[in-house]
């Protein structure tokens, strides 16, 4: 719909930024399709590398209306290494928790892993026109790196051995780009998807929601808030979430006997939302922004590479709203997908490095869909039997706390590649921190070189290697063994006890957490993948064996 008030400037790209008329064929390293979060997280993610790539999007800029607003801990640890995390915390609200009624009565009030060892929040809200916004405005600052071509629409794509050809369409011309790879991040609605004649696989699931976004100012607290069958619209399952700006997320769900050309025009939805606010004991008045209608769906590829073809976010897999997995685990694709693209397109590793992109993040999107799945068959249950369940258990959650656990919403959170082949087996025991696979648990620590110290955390280390593999060895005064220093491919430091003398560079444990926290003692090393996750540990480490584990990257021919 056309919004009745405007939170937001649109403003339209003009064509061509960056290509003109008449040039006819080109040829890129990497080429992009979809500007959205996913697109513009992989080119800022190889931007890191040094890796130029070609960007092309169908619309004019960044996107209208309501879609992903939820951006979790993890999601800000990635935006944070790709530059971009000032904007999302100045304007996202932060959020740790929520409610959840029945009926008139609160069955639920859920907290999310939070403490004083974190450095983000576990979520912030924001609309995506500003995660968008925000990204570009990043990418922006590459622009020998990353060329953005607006309003260029992807018409065909023809796969050949070395990459593929991609013929576009503009506003005044349609031309072709040869390109080594492709990166399909375009969406639920791929282009390149269908261009290629794939299918997602999965379930659909048959209730409908009405998404509102709606302007009103209120000084309510930032949390989720859920309604099961309230007096304001009975017999309907009702989300609600603050965001910047004074916009309000609502999503209700529809009867299965109401149409649903009829359900989103605003005669229809304004008096839910009226009811809905008067419950709420919202008396401000209200303007519509944005109104459009939502189905579940648990949806992905079997694979995530298809020779020289690489899918991302949406493209690859379409997740539930139901614990906010969509755009998270699209941030977390680009993420896993850009480093090992870079070091690929480098000549640093073989292609076989991208089939563990895929084996990775298949093996994420199905733990997103199992989860995604379970919290879509609470909130709109698909049979009589998932809503007598649901019923009950609201019902018993009034008196009993024990089945509260069984509303939560299972909010995404970072997952463990644990089968990865990349793995290093553990060949020592440690009584605690993250296993091969597991990402870095955080805690506060102080960066130390020359005297001068500056507060940080144990994920910004990760940014510290530029790219590169980092290890992490654990001394009791900060000092490193030679041999280790100079390993190809991994920048090491040390975290210590106490703070070296010798003038380097390391990680001080002021407040003596990080050694029981990894498990660690003295010579302990953990190496970390350029994505924060745990390639290897060690308790008495020898540069042979991070040489050995390195080569599960490194290595530029197919075992």
Partial sequence: MTPAF???????????????????????PVLIVGGGPVGLATALGLARHGVRSVLVEADDGVCTGSRAICISRRSLEIIDRLGALDGFLAKGLPWAGGRSFYRDEEV????????????????????????????????????DLIVIRWQTRVIAVEQRESGASVT???????????????????????????????????????GRYVIVDIHLKSDRPTERLAYFDPPSNPGSTVLVHK??????????????????????????VAPRVDSLLAMMGETAPWHPVWITLYKANALTLEKYRHGRVLFAGDAAHLVPIFGVRGANSGIDDADNL????????????GEMLLDSYSDERVFAAHENLRHGSKSTEFMAPPTFAFELMRTAVLGLACKHP???SL??????????????????????????????????????????E???????????????????????YFSDDGAVPAELLALEGVTTLALARQPSQAGGLCAWDYAGQLFSLFGARQGSFYLVRPDGHVLGRWHDVTPAQVRQALTTILTTEAA
């Fill in 168 to 206: 576009v369409a503009t506003p005044h011309e349609t031309y072709n780009i040869d390109t080594d790879w492709l990166v399909a991040a375009d969406g639920g609605r791929s282009a390149v998807r269908e261009a290629l004649g794939l299918k997602l696989r999965g379930t659909s699931y048959e």
């Fill in 450 to 472: 020359r005297g001068a110290r500056r507060a940080a955390h144990v994920t910004d280390l990760v940014k510290l290697g530029q790219g590169a593999c980092v290890g992490l």
């Fill in 243 to 268: 965001q910047p700006d004074d916009i309000w997320r609502i999503d209700y769900q529809l009867r299965d006997d109401e149409d649903a050309q009829a359900a989103v025009l605003l005669d229809n």
């Fill in 338 to 349: 850009a480093w090992k693209l870079a070091y690929v397109v480098q000549g640093r590793a």
């Fill in 6 to 28: 405007q939170p937001y400037p649109h403003v339209p790209r003009v064509y061509p930024p960056g290509k003109s008329a008449g040039e006819g064929r080109e040829h890129t």
């Fill in 402 to 404: 024990h089945v509260r």
């Fill in 108 to 143: 639920l009030h859920f907290s999310m892993p939070q403490d004083a060892n974190q450095k983000l929040p576990p979520m912030i809200n924001l609309a995506q026109y500003h995660i968008e916004q925000f990204l570009l405005d990043a990418a922006e600052l590459h622009g």
């Fill in 407 to 448: 509303i939560n919403p299972r909010q995404t959170s970072a997952i463990a590649y644990a089968q990865s082949p990349l793995n290093v087996a553990d060949s020592a025991v440690f009584a605690a921190g993250p296993a091969p696979g597991a990402v870095l648990p955080e805690c506060p620590l102080a960066l130390v």
